[in-house]
């Protein structure tokens, strides 16, 4: 099978009405089904789209603009993402399962563990057509989690979310998932009535601050509010010392460059910010650089003016100076350097601490500790925030200056990295990618690994319970082999006997 060659319409009224009273149909038995069982739906879909890849890729290239091979890759992370949550279904350690028996002393029987939530929504992201799209991370963990998943297709690439929805669809109902477990559906007026309505019990979101606080407010002023997880923005900031400096600033420089340019600058992890010790000397080194960077395409021309408009809004700023630029043509946009101190970065920090997507990014200076810890403070939620330091190398002078930074960035940000940079977020269970707000709305909650899936889950406790009613991972036999809490004890999972 072929892709379309028209752009799907908006869904209409009725068409919606029917996508979400399937979703909703399939949302019991769905959840009924064993780990192991939506296990076996997720490595269906892995296995789906990645027989497709050969499809879908030129479909990406044409409505995206990003490379083959930045796209292929993305498949196969999407796809190694479902197989990740195939695992962690298996494992059943997400379940919590915890079970206290009853005492003489008059202490009922309780048994807690958590339960799918039920149809969930997500808004797909223009960057990543595969990764924080139709296939991705959100789609994947809610489906783990055992709800069915609506989609709202990003109008930058609708074609291929169309199509990658259609494929993902045929293949978990060839694997057994009932009708309804995955639909997209198209159009602003589309996601937000879907957001309103009953039956869907929680949303994700990717993109834009104004649009994700649009959303968010709609979320909660639903007659039955729900949990919304966006993610809005984040500027990332980056803290060299001055030991750091001087042992390896060629390395800093050239690793800076690269992660704040790298895709166009449109990852959410791209950082904004580069704190350097005042007269730090290489300053044309940082120039040369940025103008050996090639231009680069955008993701749309909607995206690249918007770029454009707020790196010339920054660059108008007091106390901001050009340091550098590359060249651009007239289809793809150059890096943009720009240079200001602390005091004067902190004197427009309303104004300032702003993310600019796209490859522009500021170098801030700083004349002693007490600054580097001003600006520290300055922030607000951000998804990263990293240190370059020499700690732990024949001299551990960053020590003092770098526990008390580490400190305060703790608490603004999701995850914090140590000499080298934030672009690149690895999928693994130990992966925290979300932060206090901007950064996310849910500070608690991750969008990538696999504690994602908590994002979909509730728990419910079942108190003095007949055994005949009780679900599978909270029998006494232990039918599915779990590791469980019982009585305040860890047990070891186990083979089952049935």
Known sequence: MTSATTIPTETSPAELENVLATAQKAAGPLAALRPAERAELLRAAADALDAATEELVPQAMSESGLTQARLTGEV??????????????????????????????????????????GPVLVFAASNFPFAFSVPGGDTASALAAGCPVVVKAHPGHPQLSQRVGDLLAEALRAAGAPEGTLSV??????????????????????????????????ANSRPEPIPFYGELGSLNPAFVTPSAWQARATEIIDGYVGSFTLGAGQFCTKPGLLFLPS??????????????????????????QAHAAERDRLAALPGMRPLARSCNNEDQVGATLLETTVPELLDNADAALTECFGPTSIVVTYEDTDQLQAA????????????????GTES?????????????????AGRV??????????????????????ATTASVHTSVGTTALRRFLRPVCYQDTPAPLLPEPLADDNPLGLSRRINGEHTAAVVSTR
């Open 396 to 412: 551990d002078a960053d020590t003092e200056v770098v526990r008390p930074l580490l400190a305060t960035l703790r608490a603004r």
């Open 185 to 218: 559906v198209h159009g602003e007026s589309a996601g937000a009535d879907a957001l309103r309505d009953s039956r869907i019990t929680a949303a994700a979101f990717t993109g834009s601050e104004s649009g994700g606080k649009a959303l968010l407010e709609i």
């Open 417 to 438: 990295v140590f000499n080298g940079w934030p672009t690149g977020v690895a999928v693994t269970a130990a992966m925290h990618h979300g932060g206090p707000y901007p």
């Open 279 to 304: 007269g730090h000397g290489r300053q044309q080194h940082i120039i040369d650089a940025v103008e050996r960077t090639a231009p680069a395409t955008m993701l749309n021309e909607r995206i690249h």
């Open 376 to 391: 520290a403070a300055a922030f607000g939620g951000t998804l990263t925030a990293t240190v370059h330091c020499e700690i």
């Open 76 to 117: 196969g992370r999407s796809s190694g993402q479902l197989r990740m949550f195939a695992a962690e279904l298996e494992d059943g350690t997400y379940l919590e399962p915890i079970i206290d028996t009853a005492t003489s002393s008059g202490r009922p029987d309780l048994r807690r563990m958590l339960i799918p939530l």
